[in-house]
């Protein structure tokens, strides 16, 4: 099969770059081992400092809205974090100070959403917080199941019923001026966080939760329902297991699934994600990129890879495919003249994009309107 | 030295990241609380059934093995696998005569052929439906798929040496449906390749390839046809011919479950077992022509089989389609209509089996297309039945839009 | 009686300490028993958790060889649900020397461990992961053993034998009068609070820190730290245990334990400083990882969970360097004989497998001091939850239809499991899903076996021991713990130590799927909880 570009990755750096790619007019085929780390976002994207116009319409154009606004949002911890761009239901605040009064929702048997971390937070901020935990027969269904239990399930029932639980909020509610509610709302319906926003009478703020995320589920569907309303080939569950690769530019790839029937293109985009995702993988001597044997920037000795202390920077999280300035893969100290790489596989070899949700789209983009120009000339 | 260069562990379980997106996808969990989800039953629980076999737990009967859970899982875990190997493993419970029945697609079909108008009757009955739903708790609501008064075999054997004629042959393993339920699929794939000038024969007498054996338990049964059927294909590979399917279970039930799951070596065979829809692309692909009708229109909605997306060929499918110039092409959103083979037939999972649909029964009524395509048989029953929509496999489709003249 | 004043008070809450509180409270003694951390934190928690048949001990040690061996059948009898009755083999490799076996053969039968030669091909039917180039294989009756759960359950019935705990509490210095210690100061961590505690009788058990304690009642122990570095491998591997028949060194002992197997272990002389901060260098790893290979060569290709190192307390005999040869003898020590302080007594050497046997000597010096004239029955009377013989047993007689999580309940609690039993439905909830414990193990771990922070619960229930290494159970268990005790703050801190805790083994072993697992824990935390 023969396209004008095949994306290696199918996350949010893959699915901008494809949707970037189609709209102009482009054929492109994306290749997705599997769901991805979309599935684990927290709702912000990452280092996006300055107002980004086309980020938000290209979203937008998807059914996901986004807002910017600098600032901070709560993190599920009770802690405050730096944000900018966020998808709207995230309630991007200009100081760490949401109200006088919250009242936090949850659920009975509900274990992924930490009412006590985010009161003592709140609380050392000044605000008074008073939990409730929600009893709904609905839910009892799901109780039976230990595992089920879990913010995707639970967004399912919240699909049908969160009327019941506005209701429900409504009633409880004094003299509260904040309703904090984990992020289990609008997972295929996505005017569901807005209509809760509309009827509860007092700033409602969704938190996260421990993932799956919902919000990231549902962006990661609309974003791929958009690619491929635009035409893209959108390959899931299907690995890119080696290349073919003749003076310089890459000719095809090889899949698991499509074995001996390769996929051609003029320019291929790598997206494949760090460590997790196994863009990068690692054995005790070294770490390496699995489908062109790229060079990666690490450090030699194994012992340097890490910091002994959890919460401090890890440097092998800095690690990436090395690139040129234009974002072309080097193998051998030489860039391959049509792959580019994009996102996380990059670790922080190009600092200026920033890094998480920011480089993904920021390096998609770049290099999407590389490819445009080059078959432009 | 090949020190941790690599590390490994059957369907590589050890890869799981506890990440739980799997769970996220699985259409079981979503409808029966009873179920533990594929992250518990399948990598989870490895680890304790390793300890102890005790550990194994009987609830791992409701995966429907539609390897949904393998699709999305970001760690490439064998998730489908490990769950239907650890039943294949540990359950010892005996399989229930309905299981039987039901999972005896082949045999069912050559009892019922012969008799196919009273079999049809008597299958589509008020009182039966109830009859059977009391003994054998096949759920009254559903409706049985209707045999045809003669088999697939029986019409390629009238037609043996008008194939042979063709310079170029290929090998087609028709299946169970195809075989005794519905021998126009068969008739319109020979069409379209008889169309590219291409021949085809049938194997040296294949059996059905053992799927619902395998998902209702009855792994001797099922071993003893993988491995009959390994034999007949080797022949067919030995004299250099391609085998072709249009059901996307049989197919990677052929290439893919033999080898992983009853431990049958299917790597002789493996790589010329083909979706007849890839075979065709492939062909076409390669500067072959078909002539298309040039007044035919229609509105087609691809529904992709768990089984397709887990061969990840649905885009072959997709990509015929949308080359017959008359084909308005929308791509459903990928989601398991809850038949999953014999699953949806039995009373205990009927409510389960139609909420699973839902979603995609909600879509397809939004689009409402002139015809819902897609390469399953099971499917094709399960959301006929539910949306009244006709389903056509897309080799049927492509069979209805080309004009070739030697048709009979 | 004030509520202050004891018999004996036993300081350390290893294996030793809580066996001797059990035997001490079983003969009608009032006791205390004070930790600085948690049961089982030093070298009790920090080994193979192999049950020994003694044969390692045979040729070179035989007095603990037979100690092994009566210890190991006394185990079976009164903690089966601490016990796993794996069996195992001593393996000679092509690179061995095949003439020793019968030395070892030899050897054990005069300690009284059976000893049965077996054909290869027969050991490797037995365990199938066995190195297939074996040249000969000897059963013995080993086994494994969860230190964690069996000093649980002594510490369990030393307080059903009126015995009190505290746990997080050091001792700060010594009540002195004279030449008589009377007591202790001690100052609980978690709250800040200081008392006084009062005895005729102080134990010192606290394993090579017991060098420290003696040091704070002004005695001196000459103390060797030997430091054994061990991995974890993410999934149980073989199913009996492993060594090579050879003499003992370095990597030749691969256990089964619960979900997991380990291998272990190496000899390091290390100074008393680094004793609270061992930590397992690259060069242990690939030691560890080759040697073991060479047993079970699917180690090689078997992803890492965990990599840590134990202190072991041994009592320095001769110069030899790596303490290998060493004797793990057990010593008492009455310190009034040996230095005229009076009311104190030293408990130490030994090892996990004769920690009751060590109690007993404890206990008949404790005994003799205040005149008490009652029998050791620790050897014949069960600990709590070892009713049954099989967890399986257990579990069906607690519920009809066992869940998987309860069935692992009764595979860690023994009988006790039937405390969880009556539990709401929202109670079986998971906390843990790599190891299947409900929010009402944990409920039961906090109300009955004194968890107070999340490593306390980790080794008393198994959470954060499975593959994600705490990754979802963490935050789960941590809002428990926060809403049992009341202070949200202490638990976020216990969180970050948690985790800092599991990063610790971690990264020795950081690459493959550790990696990959370890960067998703960063992102969770850091990027999506905001810890």
Not at chain 1, 195 to 204: K, L
Not at chain 2, 335 to 352: L, P, S
Request: overall charge neutral.
């Amino acid at each position: 099969m023969k396209f004008n570009t095949v994306i290696i990755g199918g996350g949010l750096a893959g699915l901008v770059a494809g949707i970037s790619l189609q709209k102009a007019g482009r054929s492109t085929a994306i290749i997705s081992t599997g769901q991805n780390a979309l599935h684990f976002f927290s709702g912000s994207f990452e280092s996006i400092e300055e107002a980004p116009q086309r980020i938000i319409d290209l979203f937008a154009e998807a059914g996901v809205r986004l807002h910017y606004a600098p600032g901070v949002r709560l993190m599920p911890m009770g802690t405050f974090k730096k944000s900018t761009l966020s998808l709207e239901d995230i309630s991007l605040l200009p100081e760490p100070k949401i109200g006088s009064k919250a009242l936090i929702v949850s659920f009975s048997g509900y274990h992924d959403f930490f009412c006590s971390f985010l009161a003592e937070g709140l609380e050392k901020q000044g605000m008074s917080c008073r939990i409730k935990m929600l009893d709904l027969p609905e839910l009892e269904k799901l109780e039976q199941s230990p595992s089920e239990m879990r913010s995707v399930q639970i967004a399912r029932t919240m699909d049908r019923i969160w009327e019941n639980v506005v209701r429900e909020i409504r009633m409880l509610l004094r003299d509260e001026d904040t309703v904090i509610l984990p992020q289990v709302f609008g997972l295929r319906d996505t005017s569901i966080p807005d209509r809760i926003r509309q009827g509860i009478p007092a700033q409602v703020i969704f938190t996260g939760t421990l993932p799956p995320s919902v919000p990231g589920i549902r962006t990661q569907l609309l974003l791929k329902r958009r690619y491929e309303l635009l035409g893209g080939t959108y390959l899931m569950g299907d690995e890119a297991t080696g290349a073919h690769v003749h003076e310089g530019s890459v000719h095809s790839i090889v899949t698991h699934n499509l074995g001996n029937h390769f996929l051609e293109a003029e320019n291929f985009i790598l997206a494949t994600g760090a460590y997790f995702s196994k863009g990068l993988r690692s054995n005790p001597f070294q770490i390496s990129e699995p489908i062109f044997g790229l060079d990666v920037e690490q450090a030699a000795e194994r012992s340097d890879w890490y910091n002994p202390e959890f919460m401090r920077e890890q440097p092998y999280m800095k690690y990436g495919v090395a690139t040129d300035a234009t974002l072309h893969a080097l193998k051998d100290g030489e860039p391959i003249k049509n792959l580019y790489a994009i996102g996380s596989i990059l670790g922080e070899t190009h600092s200026e994009m920033g890094t998480g949700g920011g480089l993904a789209i920021r390096s998609a983009l770049a290099v999407a309107d590389q490819i445009l120009k080059t078959s432009e000339e | 030295m090949k020190l941790q260069e690599y590390t490994s562990s059957s369907h590589n379980f050890e890869e799981c990241m506890k990440c739980t997106v799997c769970t996220a996808y699985c259409p079981v969990l979503q409808v029966n609380p009873l179920y533990p989800g594929p992250k518990q039953a399948g990598p989870d629980g490895e680890r304790l059934r390793l300890k102890d076999p005790f550990f194994f737990n009987y609830a791992l009967k409701y995966c429907l093995n539609c390897k949904r859970c393998e699709v999305a899982c970001p760690s490439g875990v064998k998730v489908a696998d490990l769950i239907q190997a650890a039943r294949i493993k540990y359950d010892n419970a005996p399989v229930k005569w309905r299981d039987r029945l039901l999972a005896s697609t082949d045999f069912m079909g050559r009892l019922a052929r012969p008799v196919a108008p009273i079999a049809n009757a008597v299958t589509g009955l008020g009182v039966t439906k109830t009859m059977m739903d009391a003994m054998f708790k096949i759920d009254h609501r559903r409706t049985f798929p209707k045999y045809s008064p003669y088999s697939f075999e029986f019409w390629m054997g009238r037609h043996e040496k008008e194939q042979a004629a063709f310079s170029e042959q290929v090998a087609y393993f028709h299946g169970c449906y195809v075989n005794y339920n519905y021998p126009k699929l068969g008739k319109h794939l020979v069409k379209i390749l008889n169309a590219l000038g291409v021949g085809v024969q049938l194997l040296d007498k294949e059996k059905c390839c053992g799927i619902a054996m395998i998902t209702n338990g009855m792994k001797t049964e099922a071993t003893k046809h993988a491995t009959h059927n390994v034999e007949v294909l080797s022949k067919a590979v030995d004299k250099g011919l391609m085998v072709l399917t249009t059901s996307s279970s049989c197919t990677l039930t052929l290439r893919d479950e033999y080898p992983s799951l009853l431990g049958v070596d299917n790597s002789g065979v493996r790589d010329f077992v083909m979706m007849a829809t890839r075979y065709i692309y492939e062909k076409l692909e390669k500067g072959a022509t078909l002539r298309f009708k040039p007044d035919y229109k229609k509105k087609v909605a691809y529904h992709t089989p768990c089984h397709m997306e887990k061969l990840g060929w649905g885009v072959f499918s997709e990509k015929l389609l949308r080359m017959i110039p008359g084909v308005e092409f929308t791509m459903l959103d990928s989601a398991c209509c809850g038949i999953a083979g014999t699953y949806g037939f039995k009373r205990e999972n009927y409510e389960a089996s139609q909420a699973i649909g839902q979603p995609l029964f909600d879509q397809i009524k939004s689009v409402n297309p002139d015809v819902v395509a897609c390469d399953c048989e099971t499917c094709k029953w399960q959301i006929e039945m539910s949306t009244g929509y006709t389903v056509m496999n897309p080799i049927s489709i492509l069979a209805e839009a080309i004009e070739y003249e030697k048709e009979k | 009686m004030s509520n202050n004043e004891f018999d004996v008070i036993i300081i350390g809450g290893g294996i030793t300490g809580a066996g001797t509180q059990r035997d001490c409270a079983m003969r009608g003694l009032r006791t205390l028993l004070i930790e600085r951390s948690d049961i089982a934190t030093g070298a009790t928690g920090r080994n193979h958790g192999l049950l020994h048949s003694g044969a390692r001990y045979a040729v070179n040690d035989p007095e603990s060889a037979e100690e092994c061996i009566k210890e190991n059948m006394i185990l079976r009898r009164i903690a089966s649900h601490c016990v796993d009755e794996t069996d195992g083999l001593f393996i000679t490799l092509p690179e061995d020397d095949l003439a020793y076996q019968q030395t070892f053969v030899d050897a054990c039968r005069k300690a009284g461990i059976s000893a049965e030669v077996i054909d290869p091909e027969l050991a490797k039917r037995l365990e199938p992961t066995v190195n297939p180039d074996l040249t000969g294989a000897v059963r013995v009756p080993d086994g494994s053993v969860d230190p964690f759960r069996l000093c649980a359950a002594n510490m369990l019935d030393a307080k059903l034998h009126g015995g009190q705990v505290r746990l997080h509490t050091t001792v700060t210095g010594f009540i002195r009068e004279g030449d008589t210690i009377h007591g202790v100061h001690t100052l609980n961590l978690n709250t800040g609070q200081e008392r006084d505690f009062y005895a005729s009788v102080v134990v010192n058990a606290g394993g090579i820190w017991g060098h420290d304690i003696a040091a704070l009642a002004g005695v001196n122990i000459s103390m060797f730290p030997a430091k054994g570095a061990l991995l974890v491998f993410a999934h149980r591997v073989n199913n009996m245990v492993i060594n090579r028949c050879r003499k003992p060194a370095n990597a030749d002992i691969l256990v089964p334990g619960d979900t997991v197997c380990i291998i272990g272990t190496t000899s390091t002389r290390i100074p008393f400083e680094e004793c609270d901060s061992v930590s397992v260098t690259p060069e242990e790893v690939t030691l560890l990882v080759t040697e073991g290979a060479k047993m079970t060569p699917a180690l090689s290709s078997t992803r890492i969970l965990r990599a840590y190192a134990g202190v072991r307390p041994l009592v320095s005999a001769d110069d030899d360097p790596s303490g290998r040869n060493i004797s793990r003898g057990i010593v008492c020590l009455d310190h009034e004989e040996r230095d005229g302080l009076k009311g104190f007594i030293t408990i130490t050497g030994g090892k996990l497998m004769t920690y009751r046997l060590m109690a007993e000597i404890a206990t008949d010096a404790v005994c003799r001091k205040l005149a008490v004239d009652k029998r050791c029955e620790t050897a014949t009377t069960p600990l709590p939850g070892s009713g049954e013989r099989s967890y399986e047993e257990v579990a069906r007689k607690i519920w009809e239809k066992p869940s998987t999580a309860q069935k692992a309940a009764a595979a860690r609690l023994g009988s006790n499991a039937s405390r969880i039993r009556t539990r709401n439905r929202l109670d079986e909830a998971l906390i843990c899903e790599c190891e299947e414990v409900s929010m009402g193990e944990v409920k039961d771990a906090i109300e009955h076996l004194e968890a107070t922070t999340l490593t306390d619960l980790r080794r008393r229930t198994r959470i954060g021991m499975g593959t994600c290494q705490g990754e979802f159970c963490a935050c789960r268990a941590a809002s428990l713990l926060a809403n049992a005790h009341g202070c949200v703050e202490r638990e976020r801190e216990d969180l970050k130590g948690f985790l800092q805790e599991r990063w610790k083994g971690n990264f020795p072993i950081g690459w493959g799927d550790t990696l990959r697992e370890a960067e998703y824990t960063q992102w969770v935390y850091k990027h999506v909880l905001g810890v």
